[in-house]
C-alpha cells in the first residue's frame, strides 16, 4: 500500500550545525537535454517567517484586542519574487521511485480538491525524458502541492516552489517560442496560486491567480463552446481539437479559474475578473467520465442553475453554482454602493434575491437529498460543497440584514430582518457541525481552500455577536474547532494561527469589536 510505502521511506535528518538541512531530494542522474534543471535551494532563511508556538483561543483574542490583525496580504510577500532570483543555482534531481510517489500521491490527495489534470494523459507524457518547460514547471508545482499535505515529504515544498516559480518565470520570458503549452501554462498558475494561498501568502497568490485568468481569457477558455458562426452548431475550439479529453482539460483549468476568482474576491469584496454572463463553456463532466475518457458534454452554467427539476451533479459544478450564487451577491452589493454614490436609489434587488433565493434552496435540498450525509463524504470537494453552501446563506443573509441597504433600496418590514438573521443563524450553526465533522479527517481530506469559508463565518459571527448571544456561542465553538483543524502551513499549528494572516481585509477592526474581549 501506498501510506505502507511512506511509512518505510527514509526520514530526513538533519546535519551538525552550520551544515545544510538534508531533504529526500537526491542528486543523480543529469538532467534531460534541453530542461534546465536548475534551483536555488538555501534552507538558511526560511520562505515564511517562523512562529515558535501555536496560537491559542487566550493568544487570539489578545490579538484581536490589540488591533494587529494584518490587513490581507500585508505579510511582506512581495519579497518573494526578488527572493527567488537572489539565490544561487543548484541542481536538483529527484528519485524515479520518490517521483513515483509523490505523483501517485498528487491524485491521492491533491487532484480530489482540485481536479483539472488527467491521470493517465499526465503519466503518459510525465515519464517522457524531455518535456517541454511548461510541462516540467507543471510537474514541479504538482509536487509542491503535494508535500504540504504530506508530511513524509515537507522539507521538500520550499525547493520545489522556487524551483516551480523560477522555472514559470523564465518561460514566461519564452512564451512566443512555446507552442502547444498553453493548456499545462494555465494549469501551473492555478496550483501555484493554489499552493501560495495554502502557504498564506495572499497577495502572491491573488497576483498568481490574475496570471491565470488573464491566460484563460487570452487563450479564450470562456468561449470554448461558442458556435463558430450563426448557422452551425459546431464549436470554436472543440472542433479545432480531435482529442476530447484535451479540450475537457482546457474547460476544467478555466472553471478551476473562476472558481478561485469568486473565492479570493469573496474574501476581501473584490471585483470579479471572469464574468459569468460571457461564458461560453460547457461545466466539467464528472471526474468519473472525465478519467475514463467517455465522451460526454456538460451542461451550461446558466442551465444548470435554472433548470426547472435540479439533478445530481458533480461537486465541482455544486461548489461552481454556490461560488456563482456568493458571486451575485457580492455583485449587488459593490452595485448597491456605486449607485449610492451616483445617487441613484433603483434597483431590481426584490427580483435578484427571489431568483437566488430560489436556486439556493434548489442546490441546498439536492445537497441534503442526493449526497451522502456530510459524517459519511470523504470527497474534499462534497465536503467544501456543504461549507460553502452554509456560508453562501450567509453571505446572502447578510446584505439583507444589513440595515443601511435595506431601509434604501426596499425598506423591508422588521420581521423579514429577523427571518434573515434567523437563516443566517442556522447557517452558522450549520457550519460549526460541519467543522466537527473536518477534525475528524486526516488534513489532506480537507479542501485546501477551506479557510476561506470558515473565516466568512467567523466574521459574520464576529460582526453580530453584540446582537444576539447566540452568534457569541457558535463564536466560542468554531474557535474551538478551530484549534483542532490542523494548518496545512504547518502542521503542528491550528486554524487559530491562520486567524492572523488569512483575515478577510476589514476583520481587523471587527474583531477588535469590545464584544469580543
Not at 21 to 39: L, Y
Not at 187 to 215: D, K, N
Not at 272 to 294: A, K
Not at 433 to 445: A, D, I, Q, Y
Amino acid at each position: 500500500m501506498l501510506e505502507g510505502r511512506l511509512n518505510t521511506h527514509p526520514q530526513p535528518q538533519e546535519h551538525q550545525s552550520g551544515a545544510e538541512r538534508s531533504s529526500d531530494i537526491d542528486i543523480v542522474q543529469p538532467a534531460p537535454a534541453g530542461i534546465s534543471d536548475a534551483t536555488a535551494i538555501d534552507y538558511t532563511q526560511s520562505w515564511i517567517p517562523p512562529v515558535t508556538a501555536s496560537v491559542t483561543e487566550a493568544d487570539m483574542l489578545q490579538v484581536m484586542s490589540q488591533n494587529c490583525v494584518p490587513e490581507l496580504g500585508s505579510v511582506s510577500d512581495w519579497s518573494l519574487a526578488s527572493t527567488l532570483h537572489s539565490r544561487s543555482d543548484a541542481p536538483l534531481h529527484i528519485k524515479d521511485d520518490v517521483r513515483v510517489e509523490l505523483d501517485q500521491l498528487y491524485f491521492d490527495r491533491v487532484h480530489p480538491s482540485i481536479p483539472i489534470l488527467h491521470q493517465r494523459r499526465y503519466l503518459l507524457w510525465s515519464k517522457a525524458r524531455s518535456k517541454t518547460p511548461a510541462r516540467t514547471c507543471l510537474q514541479y508545482v504538482m509536487w509542491s502541492l503535494v508535500t504540504l499535505l504530506s508530511a513524509q515529504f515537507r522539507d521538500l515544498t520550499e525547493p520545489l516552489y522556487r524551483k516551480a516559480k523560477r522555472m514559470l518565470d523564465s518561460h514566461a520570458l519564452e512564451e512566443e517560442e512555446q507552442c502547444g503549452s498553453e493548456t499545462e501554462l494555465a494549469q501551473t498558475w492555478v496550483l501555484i496560486a493554489m499552493c501560495e494561498s495554502m502557504r498564506t501568502h495572499h497577495r502572491q497568490a491573488w497576483m498568481s491567480a490574475g496570471q491565470a485568468f488573464r491566460l484563460v481569457q487570452a487563450m479564450r477558455f470562456h468561449e470554448i463552446d461558442r458556435p463558430r458562426n450563426s448557422n452551425s452548431h459546431e464549436v470554436l475550439l472543440s472542433h479545432e481539437s480531435s482529442d476530447f479529453i484535451e479540450t475537457e482539460e482546457k474547460r476544467r483549468v478555466f472553471w478551476m479559474a473562476y472558481f478561485l476568482d469568486h473565492l479570493f474576491s469573496m474574501r476581501s469584496d473584490w471585483p470579479i475578473t471572469l464574468n459569468e454572463h460571457v461564458i461560453c463553456t460547457r461545466l466539467p463532466i464528472p471526474d468519473r467520465e472525465f478519467q475514463s475518457g467517455q465522451h460526454v458534454l456538460g451542461d451550461f452554467l446558466s442551465e444548470a442553475m435554472t433548470e426547472s427539476t435540479p439533478k445530481l451533479r458533480s461537486p465541482f459544478t455544486e461548489c461552481l453554482i454556490l461560488a456563482t450564487l456568493c458571486g451575485r451577491s457580492l455583485l449587488r452589493s459593490q452595485q448597491y454602493n456605486v449607485s449610492k454614490a451616483y445617487g441613484d436609489m433603483t434597483s431590481d434587488w426584490p427580483d435578484q434575491h427571489w431568483w437566488l433565493d430560489n436556486i439556493l434552496t434548489a442546490r441546498l435540498e439536492v445537497l441534503s437529498q442526493c449526497y451522502p450525509p456530510p459524517d459519511e463524504i470523504s470527497d474534499p470537494l462534497l465536503l467544501f460543497a456543504n461549507v460553502l453552501a452554509q456560508t453562501t446563506i450567509i453571505y446572502y443573509c447578510k446584505d439583507m440584514m444589513a440595515p443601511e441597504p435595506m431601509s434604501a433600496v426596499h425598506s423591508p418590514e422588521n420581521a423579514k430582518v429577523m427571518e434573515c438573521q434567523h437563516r443566517a443563524l442556522a447557517a452558522t450553526a450549520a457550519i460549526v457541525r460541519l467543522t466537527k465533522v473536518l477534525c475528524e479527517l486526516h488534513f489532506s481530506k480537507i479542501h485546501p481552500l477551506m479557510p476561506i469559508p470558515l473565516l466568512v463565518c467567523a466574521e459574520f459571527l464576529y460582526d453580530h455577536c453584540s446582537s444576539d448571544e447566540a452568534f457569541r456561542l457558535h463564536i466560542a465553538e468554531l474557535m474551538h474547532t478551530f484549534g483542532q483543524l490542523k494548518n496545512v502551513n504547518n502542521h503542528e499549528q491550528s486554524y487559530l494561527d491562520l486567524i492572523p494572516r488569512s483575515c478577510l481585509s476589514k476583520t481587523a477592526n471587527l474583531l477588535n469589536s469590545p464584544a469580543v474581549s
